[in-house]
Structures are given as C-alpha cells and as structure tokens.
C-alpha cells in the first residue's frame, strides 16, 4: 500500500514539473517570437554616444546595416501576442505606465490611420500610451488580414485603445484619407474622455517628445491650433479641375487623375490655403469640424480635388471666427514652424535640413541613426518617417530617450 502511495506521489510530482516545463517553454517561445533583439545592448552600441556623434558608435551601426540581418516580429507574432492580454500589458509594460497630475488634467487624443506594420504601430501605441488619453485606430480596408487581426488584438488588450467605427478603403491622395481622420475624430468626441487636443499619425509615425513635454507645448498654444497653413502658389491646380480616381482598388499609392474639366469656387467665398495632412487641433475646433454647415459643404466640394487633407485643415483654420482662428492676413505658417512633425524632403537637404542618413521614398527621407541628435533638438513633436527595416537602431535609441526622460 506504502509503495503504491509513493508511486502515485512520484507520478503527480512528475506531471507538475512536466506542466511547469510546458508553461515556461510556451511563454519563453511566444516572448522570443514577439520581441525583436534589442540590437543595442547585442552589439554594444551606446545611444548617448551616438546622440553625442561619436564616430565609433555610428560605425557600429553602419556594420549592422551592411549585414542586414534586421528580422522584426511579424503580424502574425503580434495577433498571437494579443491572444492573452493580461501577458501582453504586463510583458509590454503598459500596465506600470503612468502620468503626472498635471498630465492627468491634460488629457490627449489620437488619430492614428494605418495600413500595414502592427510591429512598428505597437511600438508607436507604446511610446505615446498614458492610460489617461484615448486612441482610436483607423487601419485600411486594403490591409490584409493578419494585419486587422494584430491591429484588432491591440485594441482588444490595450486599456483605451479602439478601432473607428467607420472604416475606409483608402486611396493614395484622395478623400478617403481624410474621411479616415474625420471618422475618428467623431468617435473621439463620444468617447468618456474629454481631451483637450487631438494629434493625428501615421504608422511610420515615432514621437521626439514625452506626453509630458507635449502637454506643456500644448498649453502655451492656448486653444489655438497647430496646423501648417501657406498661400497655394503653384499647388491651386489641385482644386481647379476635377480628379478621378481609378478603379483599381488593389494599390495603396494610385493618385487620382486630374480631368480638364474645371470646379467651381470654393463654397462660401473659402480663401484657400495648403499644408500638410498633420495636425493637433483644439476639442472646440473639432467639435466646429464635426457640426458646422461651412465644413460639410467645404469637404463636399473637397471630394474630387487632389489631396484635399493638405488643404482642409489648413483652409480651416484660417476661417474667420472660428475656434482658434488664424487670421489669412498672418504669415504662411510652415512646416518648420508647425511643430506637429518633422518631415525632410530631397529637394530641401543641404538648403533647410541635413542630409538624410537613412534612405529616400518619394522625395521623403525615412531617418537613419546619424539623425538622432537633429531630431531630438529640431524642436518638433514627431518623427516622420521610421521604418526598422531601414535603421532600427534609430527606433530603439528614441525608445531609450524617451525613457530617460520619463
């Protein structure tokens, strides 16, 4: 009988260390398949020193790009991260996040439109994330499906974190990337949260300030908004004919075709002015975006012009009496003068910006590291653009920045 007991008494000791193997493997796999190798800390690269232009940092960096060995976490990883959220807020560290009293007071808003990536957006979400704020996602019908699952995990597990209610299939240059905003700019208004501003990003998107630093930089604006608004000069060709999209639903860069027949004037004797599709815009400006009949009859007209997200806002804002107007008679209001984000184009190195050290797309500069100090002190609040896959030793030292400054 004693011998039988003690059998029985080996064999459950056995199955718990089995199951305990079990458990620690699967967490131990699913953490490896997740995170990507902090390239930092693998090849001894210091970030101060690299912010301080060391020339030895920067070649260490640069051996890592000639091997190209950079291999991030698919979408597939991140819907399977999402799958247990009470493990993914804690390994993420979103649970241990929080803010000041004064940030608490403050509290922001986000329009994030994005299509593909769910690594690089969750490191985005990460970055920006109080538990204080709120987020709304708008991701491209277009996407493909691992990315809506990584995408829909995300706002399933992350406190304050949802997707727009009204989704587009947005086009390249065309209205449908506006509407993405505007349908989250009216979710953002039913939400519990009353925030003071909203902020709109891409998903190549990272920040170059703390909340904190934003919050402060947002108070001095005192209901005003912060939107790039020029006269047009050579760019009125783009609401004085009509544009046609294609009927190819498949590209998420087909441009709309401009036609020679002419518009009409813009409704309510607008004057227009252009910018950019980035913006940090007061709750009552948006809340006058949301009911006013100028604005629907102004986006109504916008419809069929070419990139009408560069020229709403900036019209807007520049409408007399409205909340936090500009007056047109004021200067142009440039991109180096918005603070929303830091944007470098070709045409413009070596004459306003240094050269870019990572690589060009379409005339835009996605950073390399030698960047690092020039976007940390230019003054602006985001970084535009990152992508791992061409410096993720960029990423991870404004990842590190941010922190220390937390």
């Known amino acids: 009988m004693r011998r039988l007991w003690i059998q029985h008494k080996v064999k459950v000791i056995l199955f718990i260390l089995i199951l305990t193997f079990l458990i620690c493997f699967n967490t131990i796999g699913l953490t490896g398949m997740f995170e990507s190798p902090q390239l930092t800390g693998e090849n001894g690269i210091n970030c101060s020193a690299i912010y301080d232009m060391d020339p030895v940092e920067l070649g260490k960096t640069l051996a890592i790009h000639k091997k190209k060995s950079y291999v991030g976490p698919t979408d597939q990883d991140i819907a399977n991260a999402t799958s247990d959220c009470n493990w993914f807020v804690k390994s993420k560290g979103y649970d241990v996040i929080q803010g000041?009293?004064?940030?608490?007071?403050?509290?922001?808003?986000?329009?994030?439109?994005?299509?593909?990536?769910?690594?690089?957006?969750?490191?985005l979400l990460r970055a920006i994330y109080m538990p204080h704020n709120i987020y709304c996602i708008h991701y491209d019908l277009k996407s493909s499906d691992d990315f809506i699952m990584a995408i829909k995990g995300l706002a399933r597990c992350i406190p304050h974190v949802f997707i727009a209610?009204?989704?587009?299939?947005?086009?390249?240059?065309?209205?449908?990337?506006?509407?993405?905003?505007?349908?989250?700019?009216?979710?953002?208004?039913?939400?519990?949260?009353?925030?003071?501003?909203?902020?709109?990003?891409?998903?190549?998107?990272?920040?170059?300030?703390?909340?904190?630093?934003?919050?402060?930089?947002?108070?001095?604006?005192?209901?005003?908004?912060?939107?790039?608004?020029?006269?047009?000069?050579?760019?009125?060709?783009?609401?004085?004919?009509?544009y046609a999209l294609k009927n190819d639903k498949s590209e998420f860069y087909e441009s709309p075709i401009s036609t020679s027949e002419a518009k009409s004037q813009p409704p309510h004797n607008i004057e227009m002015f252009v910018g950019s599709a980035y913006f940090a815009l007061s709750r009552e400006f948006v809340l006058f975006v949301q009911w006013n009949s100028l604005v629907r009859d102004f986006l109504t007209w916008s419809e069929d012009t070419y990139s009408p997200d560069e020229h709403f806002w900036a019209t807007l804002i520049r409408v007399p009496g409205v909340p936090g107007e500009v007056p047109r008679s004021d200067p142009d209001i440039t991109e180096l003068t918005s603070k929303t984000h830091l944007v470098k184009w070709s045409y413009l190195e070596k004459t306003l910006y240094p050269p870019c050290t990572g690589v060009r797309v379409r005339s835009v500069c996605i950073y390399g590291v030698a960047e690092l100090r020039w976007l940390l002190n230019y003054g602006h609040w985001f970084a535009n653009k990152v992508d791992p896959n061409v410096d993720p030793i960029l990423i991870e030292c404004l990842e590190e920045k941010l922190l220390e400054k937390r």
């Open 100 to 123: 000041s009293e004064m940030e608490r007071e403050f509290p922001l808003a986000y329009s994030l439109v994005i299509h593909k990536d769910a690594s690089l957006v969750e490191r």
């Open 165 to 242: 209610s009204k989704l587009e299939r947005v086009q390249y240059a065309g209205i449908s990337r506006l509407k993405a905003d505007l349908n989250c700019l009216s979710d953002l208004l039913e939400s519990k949260v009353k925030w003071k501003y909203v902020i709109n990003l891409c998903g190549q998107d990272f920040p170059l300030r703390t909340n904190a630093e934003l919050v402060s930089d947002l108070k001095l604006l005192k209901g005003r908004n912060m939107v790039e608004s020029k006269r047009p000069e050579e760019k009125k060709r783009r609401w004085s004919f009509h």
